[in-house]
């Protein structure tokens, strides 16, 4: 099997080759290594290959790792996975960045328990953890996101919190869904996105995991969020 290293370069190498053909600047597409379920030491080893964003599903994994890796001083955590309002306190002053506010009532609670991470744990200089809200746009029952017509609201409600960076929409597509439909899907938040103030207000999309990363490039994402074809598949 080859290494981090090896596997963070194809990674890097399939945005580059993606966002040329879409043409676009590749440097415009961040990536966020999701090590939910991964060891300490991979996340170090991917660090030691100059990666700085991880993405982790849960929040006790996510304390846990980051209490390991407390010495790696740029790393910058993106909590993606659902955030239950009870334990916002918990990851308020550690992640840089939320993916997944899905209601008005977690906004207003992350707003409030929100803290300015270390200078060089940064999204953007103010210090303010970036704020993605997710959408369900596949409306899948079990799923977390807002609803498409709940959106506008769910958006004003972070644009209230002074503590907090609106920056963009976040979705997860169906798991079961051909690559059409996939598509469907992504474009689909893209609209909602135009349908919401655009890119001036909503310059991020979170978009694209190991599967439909090309597309998502495509689609416009400016963060792709990469577990299996980094780190292998999850056992
Ligand atoms: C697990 C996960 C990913 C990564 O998916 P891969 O298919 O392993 O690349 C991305 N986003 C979210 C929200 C996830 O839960």
């Not at 090590?35 to 100059?50: F, L, V």
């Not at 919190?161 to 439909?181: F, H």
Request: proline share 5%; with cysteine.
């Amino acid at each position: 099997m080859s290494s981090v290293a090896e596997r963070l370069e194809a990674v890097r190498q399939r945005i580059r080759t993606a966002a040329e053909r879409a043409g676009r600047d590749p440097s415009t597409i961040r990536l966020v290594a999701v090590s939910k379920t991964q060891p300490a030491e991979a996340i170090r080893a991917a660090y030691e290959a100059g990666q700085r964003d991880f993405g982790e599903n849960y929040v006790q994994e996510l304390l846990q790792k980051q209490s390991e890796l407390a010495d790696l001083p740029e790393l910058r955590w993106h909590l993606i996975g659902h955030l239950q309002t009870n334990k916002v306190a918990k990851v308020a002053s550690v992640v840089s960045a939320v993916h997944s506010v899905d209601s008005p009532k977690l906004a207003r609670e992350l707003g409030k328990r929100a803290l300015a991470v270390a200078p060089e744990r940064r999204l953007s200089a103010s210090g303010r953890p970036w704020v993605f809200v997710e959408v369900n746009v596949s409306r899948e029952p079990q799923k977390s996101g807002v609803a498409p017509e709940a959106l506008g609201e769910l958006l004003d409600a972070v644009e209230r919190e002074p503590l907090l960076e609106l920056v963009g929409l976040m979705t997860v597509p169906a798991g079961n869904a051909d690559p059409e439909q996939t598509r469907q899907q992504l474009e689909a938040l893209v609209r909602l996105r135009d349908a919401h103030g655009g890119a001036a207000r909503l310059p991020e999309l979170s978009l694209g995991m190991s599967g439909d990363l090309e597309l998502a490039v495509a689609c416009g994402s400016t963060c792709v969020r990469i577990g299996t074809d980094l780190f292998g598949a999850r056992t």
